[in-house]
């Protein structure tokens, strides 16, 4: 969740190696991925107080110091791998979604918009996966971390107990994290398309 307050990707895609998954930092990613089921749980279990409460406030903020130093550490050891390209991504969206999930289970959230950064999510996915097969991995815009962050604040007010009761802010922040996430969507397909006509590896 608020994970997403880390840095996505430099646009340096020349640092990338072609291997090294056991790396400091990708353990750091795996390891976010591997907790967030606990999260997941916590909110679930604030269901009285609207999926709110400071455990999962200052669990998420965890989250979200894991995101950004997983980040600094690979450019500082020069280990930025393919795989970690491939991770932290994920880490983000298993985060992201399983706190959103969680928290329009107990009526925190709306479901349209939690099912259009869902599609969106899968379709790159997708579409991520597609350009890794074809050694073409694409480095996150400037606008696409301002998205992860959007996405990362609104959850951490969601879950944060002062804004219990403020659901206006909490609908004007999910919708404006919707229209970040798709604009990017977009971004990346249009990226992805160009670097794979041109035939040029980014990686």
């Given at each position: 969740?608020?994970?997403?307050?880390?840095?996505?990707?430099?646009?340096?895609?020349?640092?990338?190696?072609?291997?090294?998954?056991?790396?400091?930092?990708?353990?750091?990613?795996?390891?976010?991925?591997?907790?967030?089921?606990?999260?997941?749980?916590?909110?679930?279990?604030?269901?009285?107080?609207?999926?709110?409460?400071?455990?999962?406030?200052?669990?998420?903020?965890?989250?979200?110091?894991?995101?950004?130093?997983?980040?600094?550490?690979?450019?500082?050891?020069?280990?930025?791998?393919?795989?970690?390209?491939?991770?932290?991504?994920?880490?983000?969206?298993?985060?992201?979604?399983?706190?959103?999930?969680?928290?329009?289970?107990?009526?925190?959230?709306?479901?349209?918009?939690?099912?259009?950064?869902?599609?969106?999510?899968?379709?790159?996915?997708?579409?991520?996966?597609?350009?890794?097969?074809?050694?073409?991995?694409?480095?996150?815009?400037?606008?696409?971390?301002?998205?992860?962050?959007?996405?990362?604040?609104?959850?951490?007010?969601?879950?944060?107990?002062?804004?219990?009761?403020v659901d206006w802010l909490?609908?004007?922040?999910?919708?404006?994290?919707?229209?970040?996430?798709?604009?990017?969507?977009?971004?990346?397909?249009?990226?992805?398309?160009?670097?794979?006509?041109?035939?040029?590896?980014?990686?």
């Amino acid at each position: 969740m608020i994970l997403i307050i880390g840095e996505a990707m430099t646009e340096n895609q020349e640092s990338y190696s072609a291997s090294g998954l056991a790396t400091p930092a990708n353990v750091i990613t795996i390891a976010r991925i591997v907790a967030s089921p606990v999260l997941f749980i916590i909110i679930l279990n604030a269901e009285d107080n609207g999926g709110t409460s400071w455990a999962a406030f200052i669990l998420g903020a965890i989250f979200g110091i894991s995101d950004a130093v997983d980040g600094r550490l690979a450019r500082a050891t020069g280990s930025v791998t393919k795989a970690g390209a491939f991770l932290d991504p994920l880490a983000d969206k298993v985060v992201v979604l399983g706190c959103m999930f969680s928290l329009l289970s107990i009526g925190r959230f709306h479901w349209l918009p939690v099912l259009l950064i869902v599609l969106r999510e899968i379709w790159i996915s997708g579409y991520r996966f597609w350009l890794a097969r074809k050694s073409l991995v694409i480095p996150a815009t400037e606008f696409a971390k301002w998205k992860t962050f959007t996405q990362g604040v609104t959850l951490m007010i969601a879950v944060m107990p002062t804004f219990e009761n403020v659901d206006w802010l909490i609908i004007a922040l999910l919708w404006i994290a919707v229209v970040m996430t798709l604009i990017t969507g977009w971004q990346y397909v249009r990226s992805g398309y160009s670097a794979s006509s041109s035939g040029s590896s980014l990686s």
